[in-house]
Every structure is written in C-alpha cells, then in structure tokens.
C-alpha cells in the first residue's frame, strides 16, 4: 500500500509502487559506478515489479550486502525524490543495532542501486513457528527489544508506518534474537501529530490514519499492539476478506480475546494489548510507557510457565503466505474508494455490533 495526501487519498495499493521508493539522497547522475566499490553477482534474494535484489558483497572486505536494483523506467520526479529520502533516513539519521542499515546509493541512466545489509535469518514469525515450546518471557524479551527500538526511532523525530511481522528479520540463521525493523519505504520524518499522508498495510493501519486525520508516533503503537496480538494469540485481532468491512472494525477497534485462543495466556499481556488497541492516539501507550507497563515487569519465572500456543501462529503463518503468493494486486483507483468508503465509515461508529462468540474461520491478512 502506498501515501497519499489527505487532500488527495488515492492509495498506491501494491508492493510494487512501494518497491520504486527505494534510494538516497547521496545518489546522483554524477555518482561513481556500482562495481567501483561492490561486486554485484547473479543470486536473486527476491524480487518485485520494479525491482529485484540481489546478493553482492564488497570489494574490500568481501563483507556481504544486499544490492537491490530498482527500474528507472515509469519513475517520477516525486518517486525519486521518495526514495531517495528513504536511504537518507536509515543511512544518516538512524544508527541501532535493530535496524536493518542502508550504505550506498549509485545510479545509472536506467536504475537505481541501493547497497544494504544482508540478512539471511529470514522473517522473525517463521523462526518463532519452528520452535516446540515459545513461552511468555521469551514473547516478553523480544516485545522488550523492539520496544527499545520503536522508541529509538520515535525519539529521532522518525515514523515506521508499516511495522507487522513481515518486517522483523533476523540477521542470521543461528540467531533468534538479532532482530531488525526492516523496510524504511514509508518512514518519514514526524514532529508531533503532522502527518497527512494515508500509509500502510491495512490489517495494521491505526484508525486515526483511516478517518484521514492528521496523526504521528502513536499510529506505530496501534501496528505493534497488532504484532502482539498475532504474537500472542495467533491469529490477527482485525481480519476481514471484505477491505470495507475490515476498515468498519479497525475504526472501532472490534476485536477480542476469544476465550479458546487466550485462556493460556496472562491477564497483564492482554491488558498491555489493550492498551496498545485503543481508539484515540493520546490514549494509546507510548513506546516507553509500554516500557513500563506492568506485563513487562513481571517476575521472569512466572512468564516461563506460561506457555503461548504455536499452533495458531503456525496456521496463520501458512496461510499468510499462501494468500501472499496468489494474491492478486490491488488497483490504485480501488483503493480510492476504499478509502472514501472509510470517510463515510465515520458516521456510523456508533452503531451496535454483534460479538462474535468464536473465533472466525478466516485468519488471513488483507492486503
């Protein structure tokens, strides 16, 4: 899913469009070539529409890097300049040691070269799932390490604004806790609630963002309440095939701990996932508050008894990545009235919804 201006809410649905707002200000027309520094080889790490990123490493040190190589062709000025931006961010206003770096930026009359760093642990969800026992003091370190991390961005005036689980990575394969935040396309520098534009991927999207208000740190906080809750339960607390219809529930934060799903897990988690899924942003804890908050003081013995069921992660994961790998892509003119069907939405927040008293068969993301 893409930005767009309040005043003007057409929405870049794809990973595609999100794939051309790589790059960095340090790039020019006039920048020294890619192999004068990095050797590019012919080992695909992924791919999109305007993109594909292949393993390289650098001359030097023989350090191995992540070279992504994005189309020019079809890119505006505006596009660019977004992705420009972008490794401007990661590479000279963020330094920690969970998030995933940006060196370089090179050019050519026909792409774009964006050297990062290389990780091959893959998604952190997937590491999680292979496990035989996950209880809550692990699920409470890692939730602490990304806490850490979120408020380090935040206190860098810095805005994620597409955290879910398919941007946890792990450096490498030997390693469950050298966790990164990665895919900086839609971060964006924030000072206060002064942010317009209409970002994300809507199973994680804060409501302030749908009623297209002005909104900053605190949407961070709704989209990680979101990665708690699968964390925690499994499966996601917003879900709908019907993007209208998901849209209706994330305005009212219709969701619940269904009792088969939750029975295992500790009051004081759900607590701090409430907390996290509240409707109004200054409501909402902030990354230190959370911090805080008293399921992340509890006594580590007893988080280690209580163990959080794999077997609904394992689902959901399978699942997501099924429906990812057949997914059709959303057309920018149906995310238009997308969004203006959640103008409309506003009014009606009011109304009576029936609980449901299970869980719901469906457990897959909309994208």
């Given at each position: ?279 109004d942003p200054k409501e909402r804890l902030t990354a230190d508050q959370a911090l805080n908050h008293p399921w992340m003081l509890k006594d580590k013995k007893t988080l280690e008894a209580t163990a959080v069921p794999l077997d609904e992660l394992r689902k959901y994961q399978a699942t997501r990545k099924l429906k990812k790998g057949v997914r059709a ?39």
């Open positions: 899913m893409g930005c767009s201006s309040s005043s003007n809410p057409n929405v870049a649905a794809s990973q595609h469009e999100k794939e051309k707002r790589m790059g960095s200000p340090t790039g020019s027309s006039n920048s020294p070539p890619l192999d004068s520094k990095y050797d590019l080889t012919d080992e695909v790490l992924g791919e999109g529409g305007y993109a594909i990123v292949k393993k390289g490493s650098v001359k030097e040190t023989n350090e191995k890097v992540a070279i992504k190589i994005v189309t020019r062709k079809g890119m505006s000025s505006e596009d660019e300049k977004s992705l420009k931006e972008e490794v401007d961010i990661i590479k000279n206003k963020l330094d920690h040691p969970h998030i995933t770096k940006a060196y370089d930026l090179f050019e050519d009359n026909s792409h774009f070269y964006v050297c990062m760093e290389f990780l091959e642990g893959g998604e952190l969800f997937d590491r999680i799932v292979k496990k035989h026992f996950y209880n809550e003091k692990e699920a409470r370190d890692l939730v602490q390490l990304l806490l850490n991390t979120l408020s380090y961005l935040h206190k860098n005036n810095i805005a994620h604004r597409d955290l879910k689980p398919e941007n946890l990575l792990l450096k490498d394969k030997n390693n469950d806790w050298d966790v990164k935040i990665a895919d900086f396309g839609f971060a964006v520098e924030c000072d206060g609630d002064n942010i317009s534009n209409v970002c994300g991927t809507p199973s994680y999207m804060a409501p302030e963002i749908l009623r297209q208000v002005k909104y900053g740190f605190q949407a961070d906080m709704w989209s990680f309440g979101v990665i708690l809750y699968i964390l925690l339960g499994g499966y996601p607390p917003f879900h709908d095939d019907n993007q209208k219809a998901l849209f209706k529930k994330i305005l009212r934060a219709d969701y619940k701990f269904h009792p088969a799903y939750w029975k295992t897990v500790s009051e004081e988690a759900k607590d701090l996932i409430s907390k996290l899924l509240t409707l892509v959303l057309a920018v003119n149906k995310m238009k009235r997308l969004m203006e069907g959640a103008k409309s939405m506003r009014a009606a927040e009011s109304e009576k919804t029936t609980d449901e008293e299970s869980r719901p068969a469906a457990t897959t993301e909309s994208t």
